[in-house]
Nanobody, 115 residues
Framework: QVQLVESGGGLVQPGGSLRLSCAAS????????MGWYRQAPGAQREWVTA???????NYADSVKGRFTISGDNAKNTAYLQMNSLKPEDTAVYYC?????????WGKGTLVTVSS
């Protein structure tokens, strides 16, 4: 059983920063990767970024250079540092963990970028 709990969302002005956290519990030693997805109102869920168990990272072009994913193995937590936020970053952000081909999801945290 895997549980993922996101936190850190909120309202921020354009150009501001937020840091999201994803606390993982359960069979975490089997994680092959963790990542973040987001879903804007009326849109499909889209991939944002991922980090593998070896520390390799990848980013969607829309967030490259602004967002940074990291992990703290001691705390079983993944982070998403979001800088230079834009109104189009407004979405519910979901934490994702993969064990082989099986994916687990958190319930999401809302990020609103607005003046």
């Amino acid at each position: 059983q895997v549980q993922l709990v996101e936190s850190g969302g909120g309202l921020v002005q354009p150009g501001g920063s937020l840091r999201l956290s994803c606390a993982a519990s359960g069979d975490i030693l089997r994680f092959s990767a963790m990542g973040w997805y987001r879903q804007a109102p009326g849109a499909q869920r889209e991939w944002v970024t991922a980090i593998t168990h070896t520390g390799s990272t990848n980013y969607a072009d829309s967030v490259k250079g602004r967002f940074t994913i990291s992990g703290d193995n001691a705390k079983n937590t993944a982070y998403l540092q979001m800088n230079s936020l834009k109104p189009e970053d407004t979405a519910v952000y979901y934490c994702n963990a993969a064990i082989g081909s099986k994916h687990y999801w958190g319930k999401g945290t809302l990020v609103t970028v607005s003046s």
